[in-house]
């Protein structure tokens, strides 16, 4: 016979040699690293309806598009191409006067 979940379960694991804290409530899972306080949620709800498989694909691809981003400058760099200086803004010629009248 199983126990139910009424209150959070806390408990420290290693990942990779780091040290984070997993706590188990009846909304969900939270992981964060040991001694702070933002870290990856997932909900019940969502792992059981799909949401949490759409969310990891989705933050999957945005970590590839910024990996993508970050890698770009120095590949340029390593091709020995500098990038193209920024232009300087052409300022408008100043528009010629007529030679006042004189009375």
């Known amino acids: 016979m199983t126990t139910k ?31 702070r306080r933002k870290g990856q949620e997932l909900r019940w709800v969502d792992l059981v309806s799909g949401e949490a498989a759409l969310a990891t694909a989705l933050n999957a691809s945005l970590a590839r598009a910024a990996e993508v981003r970050r890698a770009a400058p120095a590949k340029r760099a390593a091709a020995g191409t500098k990038p193209k200086p920024a232009t300087p803004p052409v300022e408008p010629k100043a528009a010629k006067r007529k030679p006042a009248k004189s009375r």
């Open 5 to 35: 979940l009424e209150k959070p379960l806390k408990r420290e694991l290693s990942i990779g040699g780091d040290p984070y804290t997993l706590t188990i409530s009846p909304v969900g899972l939270h992981l964060v690293s040991k001694g």
